[in-house]
């Protein structure tokens, strides 16, 4: 079975700084999906960034940006130029390469953004 | 467009009840999800339906836990009767699987059973 760890429960940043949450995962999969989801306390969860296994250019999203290392099974989140709205649970989360299936989240990081 | 809509967005009920939660997904989305998320973890999958047949119900506690969804679109997950345990947010999602990957997630349903 597939399994992701977070293990950062709780991280806080400056305004304006930069921060890293880190994942790691476990599959014997070759080719899947890697995902970092964001849920502010309206519970919405909404998509961050995603990153295909068979690719080994980083995924890169405006202020955000993955750190792929397939080998080592590690996939961390840095947000740059925090702001306050990055104030939020952020999830790791897997997905076998089949559209459709189910995603396997982690138990998540919360992030404070400080002033 | 409109996104996943759930109701009710709050719940309380006492244990040994019953409860149940709504879900319409975004419009053409054959594929619907249920997770529960229980606090301090992260959702876990109940039921994945596609149109309106079950393609994963493995996780789903089969003696107390329902769901269905009825032509394929709408869907409503039951618990009957509640523990304690089953205090959670319960989180509907949809996808265009399978041209697409991406799952839209709706609000959720907090669920607080005492």
């Known amino acids: 079975a597939q399994t992701v760890t977070q293990s950062q429960p709780e991280m806080s940043v400056q305004e304006a700084e930069t921060v890293t949450l880190s994942c790691t995962y476990d599959?014997?999969?070759?080719?899947?999906?890697l995902f970092w989801y964001k849920q502010p306390p309206s519970r919405q969860m909404i998509l961050v960034i995603r990153?295909?296994?068979?690719?080994?250019q980083n995924a890169t999203e405006n202020r955000f940006s993955v750190n792929f290392q397939k080998a080592a099974k590690s996939f961390s989140l840095k947000i740059s130029d925090s702001q306050l709205g990055d104030t939020a649970m952020y999830f790791c989360?897997?997905?076998?390469?089949?559209?459709?299936?189910?995603?396997?989240f982690g138990a998540g990081t919360i992030l404070r953004v400080k002033s | 467009e409109a996104g996943v809509a759930q109701s009710p967005r709050y719940k309380i009920i006492e244990k040994r009840q019953s409860v149940a939660f709504w879900c319409n997904p975004i419009?053409?989305?054959?594929?619907l999800y249920w997770y529960q998320q229980i606090l301090g973890q992260g959702p876990k999958l109940l039921i994945q339906?596609?149109?309106?047949?079950?393609?994963?119900d493995s996780q789903l506690p089969k003696d107390r836990f329902s769901a269905e969804r009825l032509k394929g679109v709408d869907s409503t997950l039951k618990i009957q009767p509640a523990k304690l345990e089953d205090s959670a947010v319960y989180l509907c999602?949809?996808?265009?699987?399978?041209?697409?990957?991406?799952?839209?997630f709706g609000p959720g349903t907090r669920l607080t059973v005492t």
């Open positions: 999602a949809s996808s265009d699987a399978p041209s697409s990957y991406e799952q839209y």
């Open positions: 599959t014997s999969e070759n080719n899947y999906y």
């Open positions: 990153q295909e296994a068979y690719k080994q």
């Open positions: 989360a897997f997905q076998f390469m089949e559209y459709g299936n189910k995603l396997v």
């Open positions: 419009s053409g989305h054959a594929t």
């Open positions: 339906f596609q149109n309106n047949g079950v393609v994963d």
